[in-house]
T-cell receptor, first 111, second 113 residues
Framework: TQLLEQSPQFLSIQEGENLTVYCNSS?????LQWYRQEPGEGPVLLVT?????EVKKLKRLTFQFGDARKDSSLHITAAQPGDTGLYLC???????????FGTGTSLTVIP | DAGVIQSPRHEVTEMGQEVTLRCKPI?????LFWYRQTMMRGLELLIY????????DSGMPEDRFSAKMPNASFSTLKIQPSEPRDSAVYFC???????????FGQGTRLTVV
């Protein structure tokens, strides 16, 4: 059983559509990160959220940390083919130095 | 900065052989991580170091795996003997003060036949 479950696992959409990816857990996290990984490359950090209810925006990407710090969402507005990749959430548990990656969402944006 | 540098990028070896993966972290980073990524299990933390000292190696699958960090600019992950189920992409990552914000290398794709 994975500590951080992401949904959906796979997503294929047309250019210009909006989408939301979810990252859920039953555990409380001190902070949560979102990474994007392109084929043949390592994950690249997009954002870190640390406060319950926090919302951060990065151009067309909006990240939200749940009020209870157990979940997070990533919303992409007007998706572009360049957004294609594997999106990974990751977090460190509130109980100590333990860091986990989520199961991942593979996004394909079709031109 | 060149980022985290891993070598080799690809490694194909026969079952039973020793494999050594290498990593040069970003200069000045205090934390170094070794991860393994597979389709079935996703991204798994194997071990991490803080100031060259191993802190948590609970993710190392078995005694065939070992990792060292002899100095702040170099780390190795060794598998001896290798098995086909070790086939995966192995990533090294490093981070500064906030250990959760990691910078990843390009990975080593290991195939054990």
């Amino acid at each position: 059983t994975q500590l951080l479950e992401q949904s959906p696992q796979f997503l294929s959409i047309q250019e210009g559509e909006n989408l939301t990816v979810y990252c859920n857990s039953s555990s409380v996290f001190s902070s949560l990160q979102w990474y994007r990984q392109e084929p043949g490359e390592g994950p690249v950090l997009l954002v870190t959220v640390v406060t319950g209810g926090e919302v951060k925006k990065l151009k067309r990407l909006t990240f939200q940390f749940g009020d209870a710090r157990k979940d997070s969402s990533l919303h992409i507005t007007a998706a572009q083919p360049g957004d294609t990749g594997l999106y990974l959430c990751a977090g460190d548990l509130d109980t100590g130095n333990q860091f986990y990656f989520g199961t991942g969402t593979s996004l394909t944006v079709i031109p | 900065d060149a980022g985290v540098i891993q070598s080799p990028r690809h490694e194909v070896t026969e079952m039973g052989q020793e494999v050594t993966l290498r990593c040069k972290p970003i200069s000045g980073h205090d934390y170094l991580f070794w991860y393994r990524q597979t389709m079935m299990r996703g991204l798994e933390l194997l071990i991490y170091f803080n100031n060259n000292v191993p802190i948590d190696d609970s993710g190392m699958p078995e005694d065939r795996f070992s990792a060292k960090m002899p100095n702040a600019s170099f780390s190795t992950l060794k598998i001896q003997p290798s098995e086909p189920r070790d086939s995966a992409v192995y990533f090294c990552a490093s981070s500064g003060e906030t250990y959760t914000e990691a910078f990843f290398g390009q990975g080593t794709r290991l195939t054990v036949v």
